[in-house]
């Protein structure tokens, strides 16, 4: 008999490793904010039994998921502009909403509303791209969320940095900031091949070189995007960043909706992660990611949500299956990304992007308990043959009943046990009110 923290019993454990595994009637042990066993629930009881059990009768256990592209403050400006393509979108309402409103007071509202959206949904990690990234990390760490918070480098000025050599240097201190923080860490987040220039691009490649951290960019949203790249450089903007030496493992290229055959073996080549966008890319009408394509090509592929104002909510089951749906589609073939690799790129291909697969994206022996439970018990998920079907084809986020991140518990029974859901409600509607006022003709 040993002394552990707690037992978490459910029918089905998913472990997205070893893949097509499911394990039925076990038990995960926790300690320490670690997963230090798995095994049948007759055996953990009598091998744990100072435990404290948490039984969940009807659910499934998954990774936590991982949304692997958001620009979490955005949320407060969640269908403020619709159904526009993404220059019109941008330039004509977005950046101007941004160049208003952005401060350290919205980043902290609009970040806040945005992790209690993902706990609640499931996600227990998000790689952020947005100003004021030091207040995103400040909120997401006193709540208990995982972050991977982005060092943006942009050529315009905002009211947070200057010039590009002030955008580096508010990213390395933060940087620094966090060197080993247990659940914040930092990635370089140029922001697209039309807003950073070749000076600060190669800087960015050789300080996440030495630093060896992931570089989070979005690239080939959308063909405007490739072919101004090609008119103002030359080349298309992949060969451009492969010149500047950013093509390489460390790379998360997102959107890639935009791309030859020669590309995809090329990316593939690199090692380079893609970060799959499917409800934003539709959204915006980007395009397509040839989702079969690179799979088949060896290419790691992770999911993200973007930000909610083009998307508009960070909800990762919606994002599994339009990946999955989608792929079949493109590819014309039914047996593209079945429910397991969907699921798969939610998790531990988002982890392994993040350079976190060491830690988190499956529920392995020795892996940091970052669980989800998804209640598959009622009649939306009825009947049951294949547990995994049912998250991707079938549930939606509102299934999701408890979530823990390193052990802590911040979901129980769908309340939040970390942050306050009416003061978040009340701050939101109160950026609510003064946007719209700002908004009416005078
Ligand atoms: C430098 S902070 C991030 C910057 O990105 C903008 N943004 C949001 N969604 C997208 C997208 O899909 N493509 C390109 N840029 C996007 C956001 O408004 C911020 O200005
Ligand atoms: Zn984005």
Redesign the pocket.
Known sequence: MQNFNTLIYAPWIIPVIPENQILENHCLAIHQGRIVDCLPRAHAEVRYQNAHLIELTQHALIPGLVNTHT?SP?SLLRGLADDLP?MEW?EGY??PA?SKWVSETFVRDGALLAIAEMLRGGITCFND???FPEIVAQVAAKVGMRAVIGM?V?DFPSSWAKTSEDYIRKGLELNDQYRAHPLIKTAFAP??PYTVSDGPLKQVATLAKELNIPVHM?LH?TAEEVNRGLAQYGVRPLERLQRLGLLSSQLLAVHMTQLTDQEIQTLAASSAHVIHCPE?NLK?ASGFCPVAKLYQAGVNIALGT??A??NNDLDMFVEMRLAALLAKALAGDASAIPANQALRMATLNGAKALGLEQEIGSLEIGKVADIVAVNLGELETQPLYDPTSQLVYTAGRDRVSDVWIAGQQVLKKRQFTTLDESLILSQTQAWAERIQEARKPI
Do not use: N, P, T
Request: aromatic residues 14%.
């Open positions: 620009h955005m993404l941008l977005i950046w941004e791209m947005y100003f943006i942009i922001h697209a979005h949203e934003s915006l973007d930000g104002a083009s």
